[in-house]
């Protein structure tokens, strides 16, 4: 039998401690799979005093991450401290410098750093693993890195952010506001007390960028992804999406156009009949669509300590049985360069929901700015809301209604103007709400 | 760089021809992820004078499969031929032999062989790679062996067999027969003009086994898999599920049991909310019940020529760059025996439908009938058919009249126990369908 992998564990949360757990308690299996013992050797975390339970007697305590990341003795470096920046990048860096293997579930530093970091093992040829940074323990990464190694991707796109998926499911079922379901999933451990990482759509953005580079051989990099929050979104819309048969999700698309990859964040109008539809609560889907084929979709847990412990653990075991990919499935000399694609230039279709000031002459005045920017109208809605009549029975004219209209594929460009002349005709209150529609 | 992988690929068929087109338009691809060129250097094929429109120039023709597989010019067996024997039994044995690496797309071989197989590849030192063989372009088999290493496995289930799940679909969405759906199927080319393999559950029981091996760690083995078809099931099956809030599908389950590990194809009564419910048409789905963790469900495309080629491809491709895992994930000394599960043993919900040939006092001699066995009912529907009432408006005495049970958790045994005495105590017509609930 083959000398055991000897692990340095840098950060013993929630998901460190699953993951030494984890080892432990699969000993015996992770043996058999891998022809060799896997084995805890020294870690490091923010408190040494801190109560655990973890067994870990006869584990050598490093100073710090660095320490740990340099120390002889060890053959791979887990780092799960998180952190975009320091201790967590030189402690990487100074591992793979070493010739050592890393595994991470840091999808903050892997969307900022993954580049120089791939590039360093590529250089010394360690791994580097990062299956948990992206939907825990879905296998997304290995998927797009190794299961579709000779299909030609054209979009990948998913719910990667459980928090958000968990408001926009509550506010559709039960048809509360945004900061009712936020406040109530900050109660529950789902948000965080600064919720704005997650609704604000920027962990989806890393995540996101990570795919878009795995999915089309392009440079990881989160300033290229366009990227709007959930918290424009109110029950109205997610009404209408429904009787419209659509559901809301805050989606990551990548997706190879004519003048590139686009990648973007956004709150999405998708098919009611489509996998990613069906998602609820914190649950988190990748769909890819391969040229040719229809699309796959990966469904489950995108976060908690034993779904991301899974993923690290399998990342471990495919060091300790020599199971080596690129880290971005290509050499990072031949990953192309990115740039963050103008959301003007977006074509598709639009969800718009306006509030006409007088319906008399609105949406015909609607249709007519439409029309002027060549846009075609796939279906319009409009309601009359308790309280919009008068006692005769017709319609209070200084009552707003809202007017709901789904656009067949159009550009952004031309939807934007179109809105702005409905505004400068005066006919409607407030701003217009504009969702942007994902076909499947 | 380092020197190309030598591919010589058996059977050129729909999947093969896919293989090889794949091949060739993602080269640029294939070698700077897998850091070499993959070449198709010789073929073999039922026709040589076939036309093909291949590109096959300068690729030689072995005379038989065999030969193939003892070219000392291949370093990688690809075999596409189909068929649970010969001739390709002994070709992948002889390539295994010769420490070449295998790729085959072959369930049946693989069910029946695999075990066999798996230890010659062992010996060797050669991969034996067979993603394509369950599921197509869904990355099942990758995730069992690779992404979940660590992970405790409790239960494995899906819809392995389009044509199946598309007979189920059509019969529930319009209402159809199963004869009819079947014909239509048939006319589609989504059924074979003898359906028996498909629609009496075999197909599924020879995916099963290998996902229970790969999951378990148990030898794969088809004869432990007790099989079902979907024959018997009819519109008033799923219509009767839909109303209580089910699906059915033909489910192929593996799953730990006090016992031992469980492996039954049969058709099943699913949650409507439930991931692999939302699974229709021909469409395949796998979900992965993990210990101490939500599901894991990948669906995609179970069949197909480009579906198939992608799995194929990326296979050839992990050879290409050194990724070996074990065949089952574990070396076949360590894999446990499997053996047939008594269904009489099993535990679980059950749909049960009768035709009452009188409605006053049938329900209360089920329900004792029931009670004796420790059954308890969950819920129970009567139903008045049309035609069932006289013309004043009371039940025809003489109409039998469909009474729908669903149970709480039992045995099987108990509900054979049961509804054996049901029927000697003539108060239904006919045969009681009974149908198992998994739940998720």
Same mark, same amino acid.
């Not at 100073?63 to 780092?79: G, S, T, Y």
């Not at 809301?248 to 698309?253: P, Q, R, W, Y």
């Not at 279906?379 to 006692?391: K, L, T, W, Y």
């Given at each position: ?92 860096? &100074? *591992?793979?410098?070493? #010739?050592?293997? $890393?595994?991470?579930?840091?999808? @903050?530093?892997?969307? /900022?750093? =993954? ?124 009404? &209408? *999406?429904?009787?419209? #048969?659509?559901? $809301?999700?805050?989606?990551?698309? @990548?997706?190879?156009? /004519?003048? =590139? ?180």
């Amino acid at each position: 039998m083959v000398a055991p992998l000897k692990l340095g564990i840098a950060g013993l949360g929630t998901v460190g401690a699953a993951v030494v757990t984890m080892i432990e308690q699969r000993a015996d299996v992770l043996s058999a799979r891998c022809g060799r013992d896997i084995k805890v050797v020294a870690v490091t975390a923010r408190s040494k005093t801190k109560r655990r339970d973890l067994g870990l007697d006869g584990v050598s305590w490093a100073k710090d991450a660095l320490a740990l990341a340099n120390d002889p003795e060890i053959d791979c470096f887990v780092e799960l401290m998180g952190g975009s920046d320091e201790p967590a990048l030189s402690a990487i860096s &100074a *591992a793979l410098a070493n #010739g050592k293997s $890393v595994v991470s579930a840091n999808k @903050a530093l892997i969307a /900022k750093h =993954g580049l120089k970091l791939a590039a360093l093992a590529e250089k010394h040829g360690g791994a580097f693993n990062f299956e948990a940074a992206v939907g825990a323990a879905i296998p997304v990464v290995k998927t797009l890195r190794e299961g579709l190694t000779g299909t030609d991707i054209d979009r990948v796109y998913g719910i990667l952010n459980g928090t958000c998926n968990y408001i926009l499911t509550r506010m559709e079922q039960e048809g509360l506001s945004f900061e009712a379901c936020l406040a109530d999933a900050q109660r529950l451990g789902y948000a965080e007390a600064d919720p704005s990482f997650d609704i604000d759509g920027h962990d989806t953005a890393q995540k996101l960028s990570i795919l878009a580079s795995l999915a089309f051989g392009i440079k990881v990099s989160q300033s290229a992804v366009s990227v709007e929050g959930i918290t424009s979104i109110s029950p109205a819309d997610l009404r &209408a *999406a429904a009787e419209l #048969g659509f559901r $809301v999700k805050l989606l990551g698309v @990548a997706v190879r156009t /004519k003048t =590139g990859i686009e990648q973007r964040v956004h709150p999405t109008m998708v098919p009611k009949s489509s996998s990613i539809a069906q998602v609820m609560g914190v649950t988190n889907a990748v769909t890819i669509d391969g040229v040719g084929m229809p699309p796959i979709t990966l469904v489950g847990p995108g976060a908690g300590g034993p779904a991301t412990a899974s993923a690290v653990v399998a990342d471990i075991a495919d060091v300790a049985r020599g199971i080596r990919a690129l880290p971005f499935g290509r050499p990072v000399a031949k990953l192309e360069a990115t740039k963050k694609a103008p959301m003007e230039h977006h074509e598709g279709g639009y969800y718009i929901r306006l509030m006409a000031r007088d319906l008399a002459g609105t949406a015909a005045t609607i249709a007519t700015r439409l029309a002027e920017q060549q846009i075609s109208i796939e279906s319009i809605v409009q309601r009359h809301p308790d309280g919009a009549f008068e006692a005769d029975g017709q319609p209070r004219k200084s009552s707003p209604v809202p007017v709901i209209l789904i656009t067949y594929a159009t550009s952004e460009d031309a939807v934007r103007r179109a809105l702005q002349a409905v505004q400068r005709d005066k006919v409607i209150s407030g701003k217009p709400q504009v969702i942007r529609i994902e076909k499947n």
